[in-house]
């Protein structure tokens, strides 16, 4: 141990003799590390936002919608034939044995007022089955109950959004509000729940009982008719499995044969999330792959500069050979100097990362994250920078022959 | 007398592509413990080559080397830097020392690589710059001492490991005739303590301060005689 502690003293003395050619040199080690650790935090930042999102909608979702798909991947006949029914929500949560819930909805949007404020939002008829679907908590108030349903009665839901925008920070539970004119009694307020990934604030909803919105607010001229059955699988494991039950239980409900096609889709929505968060995984790996290119530039600035300080110092290694430095000491000596630049280049590389990555976080508003695990990785790197490339000029510092060394001048 | 050395039909041929450099012919001769040897003759007659094989930092082509009873040509790698490291002391003609670094630093270096523990590197640091009078000039780095100074540090360095041999390669080359003259009374003092010095010269004025003279010609002796009556070397002044 005295050899490193020695050969890190002398390390040091080297390093600050040429303080200007070690600050340059470093320049290549501190510029990759700082671009590593900014792009990975800005990548990771980026997906976890978008993991956010996704647990936001809900786990282990499918979503049935009226209408089949064309083989352009176009949804035809939605809105014109009304195929999916309530009735269907009840069956598929009563017979498919790895359906957790299931959850009908009507969708529309209209203009809602309390006292003078006014704002248009969208309003989805539902059940009270809608928030354990979305694993949506409520924030004060309750939820709606089947007897609103049954009973078609005139209470709602809303999100945050609309909350602020009719009633400010007072609170809105038991006021009366207009909803097509209409008056309903607000009886819950959702809790905080953000975007989709496609950019769609959540929280700007008002949920009523879907019998409501069917007979008294969205007219529709097929009263038992629902826009869409949000469904939950028991767990993840059966996701795929109740997806093939559903599709089973409504082609023998819609009768689907030879003479007539398909006329509902099944659609995975948490495989279509997953896949957008692969694929910012995937971004983040490749901007980190694009700032790792800078670290092995990085490297090859220390080799070079290495090889030049061991042509420089070969009468000193000559002196150190004759009076007795192994081979091994020689090495160690310049394998120490190259760890010691790198590692101090990457010292500081973290530290102007983590800085880059607040300042993208602040002036251009995108989430950055830098994790415990990125820093030491980054900082292994710079220290696996150094041993890599500096195990050359070290091996040829070793290899010298004391003569030649010594004759050197 | 106790045998130190003793080399027996060392040659060495360098090969410089289709040439042949013959820089040894089959040198023998021994050196008993407490000579002190003067190495001379013409530019290119071997000397510095068999310093270099002394020194074990070199291997002869053929013939044997015996270090105080031990044949060195078998050694490896390690072991002739621990030779180096314990039995020998090396002093150059010039750029001895480490640059921006300490007498006292230079003087421990052969104590750092023999993993002596700091305390006791630099007290006995501190002795052997004593020994050679450069005591309160420990911390002086190499490029502020003189050029005699700086040999001496070299020289405290080559006996800090009480070396059976100290190995010198034209010591006094770049010094003045002053200075030269407190080196060898330096070495004298050293060897009167019971130290080997092998030393190369090209002055037969500095030889005249040994005990004994080999003269090399084409890479082999043409004369080794004793010198039974050594100059003894008085310096004008004290250490500059
Ligand atoms: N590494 C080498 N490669 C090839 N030839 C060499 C090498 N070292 C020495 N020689 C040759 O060996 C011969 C002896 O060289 P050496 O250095 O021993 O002479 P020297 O007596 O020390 O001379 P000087 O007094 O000038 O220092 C010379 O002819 C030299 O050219
Ligand atoms: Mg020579």
Redesign the pocket.
């Known amino acids: 141990m005295t050899t490193l502690l020695q050969s890190l003293l002398i390390a040091l003395r080297a390093l600050r003799v040429n303080k200007m050619r070690a600050l340059l040199t470093m320049l290549g080690i501190i510029i990759g590390i700082a671009a590593v650790i900014a792009m990975v935090a800005i990548g990771a930042g980026a997906s976890k936002m978008i993991s956010d999102q996704i647990s936001s909608i809900g786990s282990n979702l499918l979503l049935v919608l009226p209408g089949s798909i064309t083989s352009g991947g176009m949804r035809s006949g939605s809105g014109a034939i009304i195929t999916l029914t309530y009735d269907d929500a009840k069956a598929i949560k009563a017979e498919c044995p790895s359906v957790g819930q299931a959850a009908p909805t009507v969708r529309g949007s209209g203009p809602v007022v309390y006292g003078n404020q006014n704002w248009t939002t969208v309003i989805n008829g539902v059940t009270p089955e809608m928030l354990l679907v979305r694993e949506w908590p409520i924030e004060s108030g309750r939820n709606l109950l089947q007897s609103d349903v049954d009973g078609a009665a005139k209470n709602c839901l809303i999100g945050q959004t609309v909350a602020e925008n009719l009633f400010g920070s007072a609170d809105p539970i038991g006021k009366i509000i207009r909803i097509r004119k209409i008056p309903f009694t607000v009886i819950g307020l959702l809790a905080h729940k953000g975007q989709t990934p496609q950019g769609q604030d959540q929280d700007d909803v008002i949920y009523v009982p879907i019998s409501t919105a069917q007979r008294k607010l969205l007219g529709s001229q097929f009263p038992n008719s629902v826009g869409a059955i949000m469904i939950q699988a028991k767990s993840a494991e059966v996701l795929s499995k109740a997806e093939e039950e559903v599709t089973e239980l409504l082609k023998q409900r819609h009768r689907v044969g030879p003479t007539r096609e398909i006329d509902f889709t099944v659609r995975n929505l948490t495989e279509i999330l997953a896949v957008s968060e692969q694929s910012s995984k995937v971004m983040s790996m490749l901007l980190g792959a694009v700032a790792s290119i800078s670290l092995v530039v990085g490297g090859i600035g220390i080799m070079n500069i290495m090889l030049v300080s061991v042509t420089e110092r070969t009468r000193e290694i000559g002196i150190r050979v004759a009076i007795g430095a192994k081979r091994r000491d020689i090495m160690l000596q310049f394998l120490t100097e190259a760890v010691l630049l790198t590692t101090l280049g990457g010292i500081v590389g973290i530290l102007v990362g983590i800085a880059g990555a607040a300042l993208v976080a602040n002036l251009v508003g995108w989430p950055t994250l830098v994790s415990i695990n990125t820093v030491a990785i980054a900082f292994a790197f710079s220290a696996g920078v150094g041993v890599f490339f500096g195990f050359y000029p070290a091996r040829k510092a070793a290899a010298l022959n004391p003569?030649d060394a010594l004759r050197y001048e | 007398m106790r045998e130190v050395v003793r080399l027996e039909e060392v040659r060495k041929v360098?090969l410089?592509g289709e040439e042949r450099?013959e820089?040894l012919k089959g040198v023998s001769f021994s050196v008993g413990e407490g000579e002190f040897v003067a190495i001379m003759?013409a530019?290119?007659?071997?000397?510095?080559?068999c310093m270099n094989t002394l020194g074990c930092l070199d291997t002869p082509t053929s013939g044997r080397y015996l270090l105080e009873g031990t044949e060195v040509g078998t050694l490896s790698h390690n072991e002739l830097a621990e030779i180096r490291n314990r039995r020998l002391g090396f002093v150059f003609q010039g750029f001895n020392l480490l640059p921006r670094t300490t007498a006292r630093e230079n003087v421990e270096l052969p104590l750092v690589y023999g993993r002596v523990p700091a305390a006791q590197r630099r007290e006995r640091a501190l002795q052997a710059l004593a020994r050679v009078g450069l005591s309160g000039r420990e911390g002086h780095y190499s490029n502020q001492l003189s050029g005699g100074q700086q040999q001496r540090v070299a020289i405290a360095r080559a006996l800090v490991n009480e070396p059976a041999i100290i190995l010198a390669d034209e010591p006094t080359g770049n010094l003045d005739t002053r200075t030269t003259v407190e080196i060898m009374a330096l070495f004298q003092e050293l060897n009167r303590q019971g130290i080997t010095i092998i030393m190369v010269t090209?002055e037969p004025d500095v030889a005249a301060f040994t005990t004994r003279h080999i003269v090399?010609r084409d890479g082999a002796i043409v004369s080794d005689l004793a010198n039974p009556a050594p100059v003894r070397a008085v310096p004008k002044t004290e250490a500059a």
């Open positions: 003569i | 360098y410089m450099v820089a003759g530019s290119g007659s071997g000397k510095s080559t090209h090399f």
